[in-house]
């Protein structure tokens, strides 16, 4: 059985960090990849990032423009982990944080695999 379970959120001023961390169990999600979504109250899902890697253990990373250069997408394969880093928060960062995985090229949007969510919360 596969699991995504997500940690790390809390509340945080603007302008801290915090570290997501998503664990997954049940199989391994290399070629397809683990990212991260995001959801405010009255608003869409959102992409953030997502990290992917090949069989030479390259990886490949891509974020949302919203946190491209404040926000870190990395992993531990050893732990089947991937975590976000989030720096420079801002207000508008708050949201719940979801864990996706897939095992196929389908959008973020339609993972097949989700974590519960995590609250992000960034003061002002």
């Known amino acids: 059985q596969v699991r995504v379970v997500e940690s790390g959120g809390g509340l945080v001023q603007a302008g801290g960090s915090l570290r997501l961390s998503c664990a997954a169990s049940?199989?391994?999600?290399?070629?397809?990849?683990m990212g991260w979504l995001r959801q405010a109250p009255g608003k869409e899902r959102e992409f953030v990032a997502a990290?992917?890697?090949?069989?030479?253990?390259?990886?490949?990373?891509d974020y949302g423009d919203s946190v491209k250069g404040r926000f870190t997408i990395s992993r531990d394969n050893a732990k089947n982990t991937v975590f976000l880093q989030m720096n420079s928060l801002k207000p508008e960062d708050t949201a719940v944080y979801y864990c996706?995985?897939?095992?196929?090229?389908?959008?973020?949007?339609?993972?097949?695999?989700w974590g519960q969510g995590t609250q992000v919360t960034v003061s002002s």
């Open positions: 049940g199989r391994t999600f290399s070629r397809y990849g």
């Open positions: 996706a995985a897939r095992d196929e090229a389908s959008p973020w949007m339609t993972a097949r695999y």
């Open positions: 990290i992917r890697w090949s069989d030479d253990n390259t990886s490949y990373a």
